[in-house]
């Protein structure tokens, strides 16, 4: 599928904005993880990394082994075929085949530099970033056998999904039964991935997905709760109020590529909605930008970095709203758009060292320096400035 | 031990500081949990308090539910024997008997408002609160069977704090062994709630508390590291480097109350140091207050909040000078105490409806308008005000 076959409506400016994303990413982004993160001697990347590039900490996480792996193919495979980009791709391929998967198909969440095991969550997402970088690393080297593994890896985190007690998550007798909104977008946008032209053998499991993130939908509150009952009942609470407006945002793109390849329209409006709603709600009006949590009903949020803004919701805030004014044409989404480019490229890029700041607090000033950490790697910038670019 | 006795300087102005720590205890933090927290229907108390005490959430955070028993029973036993502070007392420790541990002596880390249990850590401090809460309701109520209680849960988490593996922390081959500053300086204290007079009983525990506590603090660099590996050596990484000011100003003034007790002076110089190295560091020059967490070598520390303002570690920090003022008679502890009195209650104080806002941005500025929340309850705020009266 060619998305941009299926967006209508073209942005102003459009050259100038392409070569914008174009130039950020290849001169500013992707530059930074290529000097510094490759590990040559054992493998994999180091991915935390001071402002200056310079290792912090030498553990591998292994979420951002797997997304830099997943990015560095994507570039070859789709912008530009480079080998230093395969090269680098290699290197963390090697290292998560080597490292990261227990015999029972668990993976680690993080390692030591050699490959040591250090942590293990008990959830599923470090299996799906390790898929993701199979999946998309197979095609960069046209080795079907990669795909073998991040399908057959698939098939077991699909069952993990739906009980897991699995993955040693046993609930206590006073828990109400719930499920968070991580998980359908997280796997939805996996099988997107994963599948590419053939993703009518998920057909089954795209459904469930998106019958599941359908739940946490509240057209009524025009919220998208992060945590809901099994039928999509609000639960009681902290939890159950906690809205996450990056998150829900990332969920409406994830939803929207999915309504315009099965071409639902009623899918379309509701994931405009989700991009709208959280990003209207999450905005912040004295200082801008977006705040990392909300409470739905107004209490103040129990996570302590909620009034922090973070370069992740304004990456994929920006992509969802220029995805949104493609596809509908309309000026409120891209005044959404504008405002997110230019407090977004105020605040985060670094003009000395390359890439982004990854953490500001509400006022929008720097409070941590480094480039790379345990949550934040070669992933989330340049998704955002590939996707942007791709479709302008 | 009548602790004052071993102190020999007096503080300027004591009298009227008295007074003031027993009016905010007595008149403006006590009646707020005595109006808002108790669930007369279920028994314990509800902790998640909105500003003005209306209940935003009503699950039951266990290290709060035994912390409040401990410091109703305490004021009670040493302040003024009101019925209602006894009363207060039971409806918690009566609600923590019934629901709070399980068969094997594990304590829940968190349960329903009508005690179904909702979470469990694999660390032993519920058990902690759990057995402090019962030590000093037996002084109260005069039972010795709570007492028994306490003494023999403590002996199951004495064993259980050498052998993390036994509450299901089951270390991966590639971490390196490492032990956390909050094990034996929580104990440490424990014991001194625990066995009051009788404490020649503990004495192995507590030289042993003191000998592991002390690997923590290195001269060198004047840090008291909260990871260290099992000789004291420093551990490689951001978890090797972390510094946590108010906790280590909080497990000084542990130290210095054992040191007083022993009668030894190199024990007591250390514990002096331990609070003016940690709240020198630990202090904002540009704002005032104290950092939640440093990286002990100018790194930006990985937690998002770091650089945030925490009501305890100033309550630890106001009572930690005064004493050691009250010790050695020292200009520079005054200072100490004066400059952290000062910032403390122009910022933490809610002087319209009573108790302190836990949580500030690192200008001072509130970000959570809640007095109780999973991990705020009542607690730190009268314990310090109740210190700080008792040895004025």
């Known amino acids: 599928m060619q998305l941009s076959s299926l967006l209508p409506h073209s942005a102003p400016n459009s050259a100038a904005l392409k070569q914008d994303f174009h130039d950020r990413l290849v001169q500013q982004v992707i530059p930074f993880w290529e000097k510094h993160s490759p590990d040559h001697k054992h493998g994999g990347y180091f991915n935390c990394l001071d402002r ?79 898929i993701m970088a199979m999946a998309e690393y197979s095609r960069a080297i046209a080795d079907p056998s990669y795909m073998e593994r991040a399908r057959a890896a698939f098939a077991r985190v699909w069952q993990w999904s739906k009980d897991l007690t699995q993955v040693g998550r046993i609930p206590f007798s006073g828990e109400p039964p719930s499920q968070g909104l991580a998980i359908p977008m997280i796997l939805l946008n996996l099988i997107e991935e994963l599948a ?28 998208v709760y992060e945590l809901i009952g099994p039928k999509g009942e609000r639960l009681p609470g902290y939890e159950g109020r906690t809205l996450n407006p990056g998150h829900a945002i990332e969920a409406g793109w994830f ?97 000395e060292y390359g890439e982004w700041y990854g953490y500001l607090n509400r006022r929008g000033e720097v409070t941590h320096r480094f480039k790379g950490g345990p949550y934040k790697g070669c992933f989330h910038v340049p998704r955002a400035l590939w996707l942007c670019h791709r479709i302008l």
């Open 52 to 130: 200056d590039g310079k290792v912090f900490d030498t553990r591998k996480h292994i979420w951002l082994q797997g997304r830099q792996v997943w990015m560095f193919s994507k570039l070859y495979n789709t912008l530009e075929a480079r080998p230093s980009w395969l090269n680098m791709a290699q290197l963390g391929a090697d290292f998560l085949v080597r490292h990261a998967m227990r015999e029972d198909g668990r993976v680690y969440f993080s390692l030591t530099e050699d490959g040591k095991p250090l942590s293990l969550q008990r959830k599923i997402f470090s299996e799906c970033f390790w």
């Open 196 to 223: 590419g032209d053939d993703w009518k053998i998920y057909e089954s499991e795209v459904n469930e997905c998106i019958e599941r993130m359908l739940k946490h939908v509240h057209t009524d509150t025009q919220c």
């Open 255 to 351: 939803l929207q590529h999915w309504a315009l390849r099965l071409g639902r329209q009623e899918l379309s409006d509701i994931a405009v909605n989700m991009v709208r709603w959280s990003f209207d709600r999450g905005w912040d009006g004295e200082y801008g930008g977006l705040f990392y949590f909300l409470d739905a009903e107004g209490y103040s949020p129990t996570a302590l970095e909620w009034d922090m803004k973070l370069w992740w919701p304004h990456c994929e805030a920006m992509y969802a709203h220029l995805l949104n004014y493609r596809l509908r044409g309309e000026a409120q989404d891209w005044e959404r758009f504008e405002r997110t480019y230019q407090w977004t490229m105020e605040h985060f890029p670094d003009s």
